[in-house]
Every structure is written in structure tokens, then in C-alpha cells.
């Protein structure tokens, strides 16, 4: 999805170079569009980060040819916020500079038609679920579906696991995967630093997604967009390794509306390490490790030949976390 975009701007040289070296420092990483937001999700991160400034675009373009006289990298954007849409003029204009872009948005607002660009849309559950997280009425739910069921743009669904929502991944995969939308990224939520165990899963909890995720991809396939390899990553023997030395600062970058480097990720310096759910980490240890890279890639290819072959196995039993 990120590197076969039309009209993109990677070159095969691009692929031998990360193939030979692994991914640049700041290859990877994201941008505070805006610090507006027109929802208020109970899982929000950025909201706690409290910002009340942004600088302007023109401030936003002197700031990339800087970084391009610096020598930045520029290959892949996530344009985050906030709600990014409410700003598009940013994009239209910074996403020139980046090889590759994906915008995050609550899809409230009509996705703009940037076939060069992939779009995250965040649904965290079935209309009733998604109400409950973000405050949205069943008219704003069916809008948000209309806005992402786009068959000329490249979009997926992001739905962050939380203890309100695990339990309709399954009614959430069987009506999504009606749509034009390509698939649905399950992360999990991560606290800050000091929070209870209101929305996040425990360990035991999380495992147990987790292998539903990949029993259900016997039926859904590659619409459950994250692969095994990186499930398995997520899983409780491996995550704590891998979350204590998270790879992501080695490869990425973090700016707030601002413009300031946010560190060590977007999350900001509240987020607690120990109990991350986001795909960055297990995403950054591929893109920093060529001997898990190559694999990943080769699986990724061969599924997508297998996945009209899969999608009518038989369908596992729904989720109950805590069934005897
Ligand atoms: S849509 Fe995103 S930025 Fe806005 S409140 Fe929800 S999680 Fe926060
Ligand atoms: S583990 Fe990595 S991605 Fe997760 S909050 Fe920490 S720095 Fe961010």
C-alpha cells in the first residue's frame, strides 16, 4: 500500500539501497497537521497533548526546503493531527516533498481525491462501538462509511482495540468487508504514563485478539490488513522485548503543529512504552532488521495470491475473552 501508489516517486535504485542498507534514519514518521480536531475520542491522545498553535503553511514550506538542504530523507508521511482534513492546504502542498503519504483521518469530512495518497480512516467499531468512543450519532457513522467506501482511492480502516470495543472485530470484518475499503489495521491502545486499565487489554487479554485476528484470516485474508508476522511480534512473550528498545526513533520522525520534534514518537513523551499497542514498533523492528524484512515482503506477495483461494474457509467462532 505505501510504496505502489500512482505517480509515485520511489525507484528501484530506492529498493536496492534499503535493501542493502535498511531504512534511513527519519524515513518513516508523522506529521501534526493541525492541533483542530472536530471529535472527541475517549482513547485520544493528541487531545492531552494540549496544543493551541500551528505554524502556517508558508512556514510549514520553508521549514521542508530547510530540511531538504539538510539532506531529510522525505519518504514516507503519515499527516496526523488533529483532524488533517480540516487543513488540507497543508497537504496539498507538503505532500509534494514526501515520496509516499498516508493521511489519518476520523473521516468525518469528505476524503479530497489524492489518488497518490493512502488514507487511514479511524472507525473503532460497529455504529453503536464507534458512538460510544467518539461521540458520533448513527447519521455521522453512516457519513464516515459513505466518506471512506471510496472504490477510486486507496483507503483502510484503522480501529485502535480497546476493553469497550474487542468484542465486534467480527461484525466490524463482515460489514466492512462489503465495502470498496481495502481492509482494517487492529492495533491496540496505548495508555500514558500512569493510567489505569480502563480501555487498554491486559497481556493475556491482548493475546487472545490476537490469535482471534489470525484465525479469522482464514475468512477475511489480507482485508485484516496487519500480517502474522506482525501479530506474532505483538504477542506477550515478544512485545516487552521489543517496546523496552523501541526501533521506531532509529528510523522515524515526529513533528507537532508546531513544527518541534516530538519525541520518541508521535504519541509524545506521556505515552507508556510498556504497554504499546500501536504497529510502529513491531513495523520499525521489520524495517530495521533486513532478516525479517525479506520475509515479510515474500509472505506479503504470496498471501495476496492465496487470498481468493482462503476467503470462503470455514469462519471461526466470535470472540469471548473470558469464556471458561
Ligand atoms: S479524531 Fe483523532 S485527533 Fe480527533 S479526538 Fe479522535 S483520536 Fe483525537
Ligand atoms: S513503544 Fe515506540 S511507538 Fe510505542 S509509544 Fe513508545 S516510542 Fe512510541
Same mark, same amino acid.
Given at each position: ?53 500551528? @505554524? ?107 476493553? @469497550? ?33 480502563? @480501555? ?79 504497529? @510502529? ?44
Amino acid at each position: 500500500m505505501i510504496m505502489d501508489k500512482p505517480g509515485n516517486k520511489w525507484s528501484v535504485l530506492d529498493f536496492i539501497r534499503i535493501g542493502y542498507e535498511g531504512m534511513p534514519a527519519a524515513s518513516l514518521g508523522g506529521i501534526d497537521v493541525t492541533y483542530k480536531c472536530n471529535l472527541r475520542c475517549r482513547h485520544c491522545y493528541f487531545l492531552k497533548q494540549n496544543y493551541h498553535e500551528e @505554524l502556517s503553511i508558508e512556514e510549514w514550506i520553508a521549514k521542508f526546503e530547510r530540511m531538504k538542504n539538510e539532506g531529510f530523507p522525505f519518504m514516507i508521511c503519515g499527516w496526523i493531527g488533529g483532524e488533517p482534513l480540516l487543513r488540507k492546504e497543508l497537504i496539498e502542498e507538503g505532500r509534494k516533498y514526501f515520496k509516499s503519504n498516508v493521511v489519518f483521518t476520523n473521516g468525518t469530512i469528505e476524503l479530497p481525491y489524492w489518488p497518490d495518497v493512502a488514507f487511514s480512516v479511524s472507525v473503532h467499531g460497529t455504529a453503536k462501538y464507534h458512538s460510544q468512543i467518539t461521540g458520533v450519532d448513527a447519521a455521522t457513522y453512516q457519513k464516515i462509511k459513505r466518506n471512506a467506501d471510496r472504490d477510486d482511492l486507496d483507503v483502510v480502516i484503522a480501529f485502535c482495540v480497546t476493553r @469497550l470495543n474487542y468484542m465486534c472485530i467480527d461484525d466490524m470484518l463482515e460489514e466492512w468487508s462489503k465495502t470498496a475499503v481495502k481492509g482494517i489495521v487492529f492495533e491496540f491502545y496505548t495508555p500514558m504514563k500512569g493510567e489505569n486499565n480502563e @480501555l487498554w487489554l491486559n497481556w493475556e487479554e491482548r493475546d487472545k485478539v490476537i490469535d482471534h485476528l489470525m484465525s479469522l484470516r482464514k475468512e477475511y485474508g489480507d482485508f485484516i490488513w496487519i500480517s502474522d508476522r506482525i501479530y506474532r511480534l505483538m504477542k506477550s512473550d515478544k512485545a516487552r522485548q521489543i517496546t523496552e528498545n523501541c526501533p521506531f526513533p532509529q528510523i522515524g520522525f515526529s513533528f507537532d503543529p508546531m513544527g518541534n520534534p516530538k519525541t520518541p514518537c508521535q504519541l509524545g513523551p506521556l505515552a507508556d512504552c510498556s504497554r504499546c499497542g500501536c504497529i @510502529l514498533p513491531y513495523f520499525s523492528m521489520l524495517l530495521t532488521h533486513r532478516r525479517l524484512l525479506i520475509p515479510e515482503f515474500a509472505v506479503s506477495v504470496t498471501k495476496r495470491a492465496l487470498h481468493t483461494v482462503t476467503q470462503h474457509m470455514h469462519r471461526p467462532r466470535p470472540l469471548h475473552l473470558h469464556e471458561a
